[in-house]
């Protein structure tokens, strides 16, 4: 039985909008030190960053970039990274059991994000620290100069004011993990003066408050309740985190995971327009799903650090076919929610639970992980089109009866292309899948990509770098009066470009 995808170019969810496609630098693991940043490195330049890095993170497309945790940054001192190099303490990490050297901090971040060409997105440290602290940090990094922090940034080497839109409120405050968790109450009152303070230097900044770091937490909801009635008005955003793990028992319900990230969106949002109405404001509060990916948290145990060391090699999760099948039908859920869902950052971007992989003085390569978010991040260009998908489901452990084939359109009206990308969860045999394009008469085929292997737990490695790589299938789609039929792979990820013939659709 086939799944058929109808999707109508009168019908729109919203603009992709570019945060779509963020990513994470957190002090954490490899990612900074020996990730983005390794002097010494044969392709690092005069400031120490790897060359072959930024080319891959400019190829993966992201957009913005979530600094400095995470985790981390509940016990980070921002001034500890800033001013001559010499003069910067090193510091003990317990949330990563890591020394931190301070080589790397917020004017190299800066740095780079320019080489990269992404936006900063930024979280202060309301676990340890409070309301003058993210003032402070706010001064130095986006007041233009003539005050003490301003000209302090001047001095260490940054003339121009950052000009840092987006600021997170602290991370993952809900968890008892953090450095200075809270309770609900506690960090939404400190979420909201915090708040309140920054909006006065700055009335144009972009807040977000912390939501759940998971939909299985047991304040899941509560959480963002109480946070928005204390602080609905002076934030935009509210966070959502997610990550998931394969089990060899359950393979069904992980290929499924995007059935748990749509039910958290339209969860968080349900809550925050619950408190928006009850208090009669018109203002709608935004997701920033600021931390998601595939991660083999269960392994993280045997992989932390048992001494001090700096950068210890953490969560280097080599990904498999199926763990990019999950990532492309992520991809997905975040489209599909594209009217709420304001930002987006895979966690994380080199060597801690990463797309790119880079070893120490050696290569760097794109792991599977790769390719979904940079297909995604190329071709999502336009409005994203509301979908029915009608076809053959299957039933989860963890999410009862769910699609075989998951999908979702945008559509570049002014381009005359329409981008369709789906993903086969089944574990198995080939699946039909008709594109209804009754609505789309004059487009056709272009290019059909797949992400698949005959072995679904096949990784890139050093040693097999571009061992899973999408190939093409554009050859085998058939074309009718009214769609346009094609067969998935089994564990595959897809993406459909088809242009008009006809000229362009306004
Ligand atoms: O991305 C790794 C960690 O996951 C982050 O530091 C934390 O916010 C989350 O729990």
């Given at each position: 039985?086939?799944?058929?995808?109808?999707?109508?170019?009168?019908?729109?969810?919203?603009?992709?909008?570019?945060?779509?496609?963020?990513?994470?630098?957190?002090?954490?693991?490899?990612?900074?030190?020996?990730?983005?940043?390794?002097?010494?490195?044969?392709?690092?330049?005069?400031?120490?960053?790897?060359?072959?890095?930024?080319?891959?993170?400019?190829?993966?497309?992201?957009?913005?970039?979530?600094?400095?945790?995470?985790?981390?940054?509940?016990?980070?001192?921002?001034?500890?990274?800033?001013?001559?190099?010499?003069?910067?303490?090193?510091?003990?990490?317990?949330?990563?059991r890591s020394v931190e050297t301070n080589r790397f901090g917020l004017g190299e971040f800066a740095g780079w994000a320019a080489k990269a060409g992404v936006e900063t997105m930024l979280a202060v440290n309301l676990g340890t620290r409070g309301v003058q602290e993210a003032l402070d940090l706010l001064e130095y990094a986006n007041h233009p100069g003539g005050t003490r922090l301003s000209d302090q940034r001047v001095a260490d080497g940054t003339g121009d004011p950052l000009g840092i839109r987006m600021w997170c409120l602290g991370n993952e405050m809900d968890g008892p993990w953090q450095t200075g968790h809270k309770t609900a109450t506690e960090y939404g009152r400190l979420a909201a003066e915090t708040a309140r303070?920054?909006?006065?230097?700055?009335?144009?900044?972009?807040?977000?408050?912390?939501?759940?770091?998971?939909?299985?937490?047991?304040?899941?909801?509560?959480?963002?309740?109480?946070?928005?009635?204390?602080?609905?008005?002076?934030?935009?955003?509210v966070s959502a985190h997610a990550y998931y793990e394969a089990t060899p028992e359950d393979p069904g319900s992980f290929l499924a995971s995007a059935v748990d990230m749509d039910r958290m969106i339209e969860a968080v949002v349900a809550t925050a327009d619950a408190v928006?109405?009850?208090?009669?404001?018109?203002?709608?509060?935004?997701?920033?799903?600021?931390?998601?990916?595939?991660?083999?948290?269960?392994?993280?145990?045997?992989?932390?650090?048992?001494?001090w060391t700096v950068a210890p090699r953490i969560s280097e999760d080599a990904y498999t076919v199926s763990d990019a099948v999950?990532?492309?039908?992520?991809?997905?859920?975040?489209?599909?929610?594209?009217?709420?869902?304001?930002?987006?950052?895979?966690?994380?971007?080199?060597?801690?639970?990463?797309?790119?992989?880079?070893?120490?003085?050696?290569?760097?390569?794109?792991?599977?992980?790769?390719?979904?978010?940079?297909?995604?991040?190329?071709?999502?260009?336009?409005?994203?089109?509301?979908?029915?998908?009608?076809?053959?489901?299957?039933?989860?452990?963890?999410?009862?009866?769910?699609?075989?084939?998951?999908?979702?359109?945008?559509?570049?009206?002014?381009?005359?292309?329409?981008?369709?990308?789906?993903v086969s969860r089944h574990r198995t045999e080939p699946v039909p899948l008709r594109l209804d394009l009754a609505a789309l008469p004059g487009y056709d085929l272009v290019e059909h990509s797949v992400l698949a292997d005959p072995d679904p737990l096949a990784v890139n490695s050093r040693a097999e770098p571009e061992r899973v790589t999408p190939g093409d299938a554009t050859g085998a789609a058939r074309r009718t009066e009214t769609a346009l039929d094609v067969t998935l792979p089994p564990t595959s990820w897809n993406v459909l470009r088809l242009r008009t013939n006809e000229g362009v659709i306004r």
């Open positions: 039985m086939r799944t058929v995808l109808h999707c109508h170019p009168a019908f729109p969810v919203g603009p992709v909008r570019p945060r779509l496609f963020g990513s994470f630098v957190e002090h954490f693991g490899r990612c900074v030190y020996g990730g983005i940043y390794e002097p010494g490195h044969p392709k690092a330049d005069e400031e120490g960053l790897r060359g072959d890095v930024l080319d891959l993170v400019r190829e993966l497309g992201v957009t913005v970039v979530r600094y400095p945790g995470g985790n981390f940054v509940s016990g980070y001192r921002w001034e500890d990274g800033v001013g001559p190099v010499r003069d910067r303490p090193v510091r003990l990490d317990g949330s990563w303070a920054m909006r006065m230097l700055d009335p144009g900044l972009e807040l977000v408050a912390c939501g759940s770091s998971g939909s299985g937490m047991p304040t899941f909801g509560e959480w963002e309740h109480t946070v928005l009635e204390l602080a609905y008005d002076l934030v935009d955003h928006g109405a009850k208090l009669k404001s018109r203002k709608r509060i935004m997701v920033s799903f600021d931390e998601w990916n595939v991660w083999y948290q269960s392994r993280l145990g045997d992989c932390l650090p048992k001494d999950v990532v492309g039908n992520l991809l997905i859920s975040l489209l599909r929610h594209a009217d709420r869902v304001a930002a987006a950052c895979q966690a994380q971007l080199v060597n801690a639970i990463a797309p790119i992989r880079a070893e120490p003085g050696g290569p760097a390569w794109r792991q599977t992980i790769f390719h979904p978010f940079a297909q995604a991040a190329r071709h999502a260009r336009g409005t994203v089109l509301q979908t029915r998908l009608s076809g053959p489901t299957y039933e989860t452990a963890r999410y009862g009866e769910v699609p075989v084939v998951d999908a979702t359109a945008v559509h570049d009206a002014d381009a005359g292309l329409l981008t369709v990308f789906a």
